[in-house]
Nanobody, 116 residues
Framework: QVQLVESGGGQVQAGGSLRLSCQSSRSLSGLNAIGWYRRPPGKTREFVARLDRGGSPTYSASVTGRFTISRDSAGNTIDLQMNNLSPEDTGEYYC??????????WGQGTQVTVSP
């Protein structure tokens, strides 16, 4: 099992910034990938950003240039710096880890609300 705990969600006005953190019980070196998904109100969950085992980032087109995913030196904390937020970024943000066996593990989520 991989335990994931998100934090840092909150309310911000359009154009503002938030920084989300995901604390993982397993280092990125022991995973295939770890990253972030989000579920806007009334919509399905969508990919946001991830790091592969070597630390290479991938971003969805909608957040490229605005969001930055990073890790601490130990690989147990994954941050998502979100800049220039818009109301379309509102949603529940989830940390997701993929094990070396390709099993998925999810955190409980943290709410992000962006006001116009």
């Amino acid at each position: 099992q991989v335990q994931l705990v998100e934090s840092g969600g909150g309310q911000v006005q359009a154009g503002g910034s938030l920084r989300l953190s995901c604390q993982s019980s397993r280092s990125l070196s022991g995973l295939n990938a770890i990253g972030w998904y989000r579920r806007p109100p009334g919509k399905t969950r969508e990919f946001v950003a991830r790091l592969d085992r070597g630390g290479s980032p991938t971003y969805s087109a909608s957040v490229t240039g605005r969001f930055t995913i990073s890790r601490d030196s130990a690989g147990n904390t994954i941050d998502l710096q979100m800049n220039n937020l818009s109301p379309e970024d509102t949603g529940e943000y989830y940390c997701k880890a993929v094990t070396l066996r390709s099993d998925d593990y999810w955190g409980q989520g943290t709410q992000v609300t962006v006001s116009p």
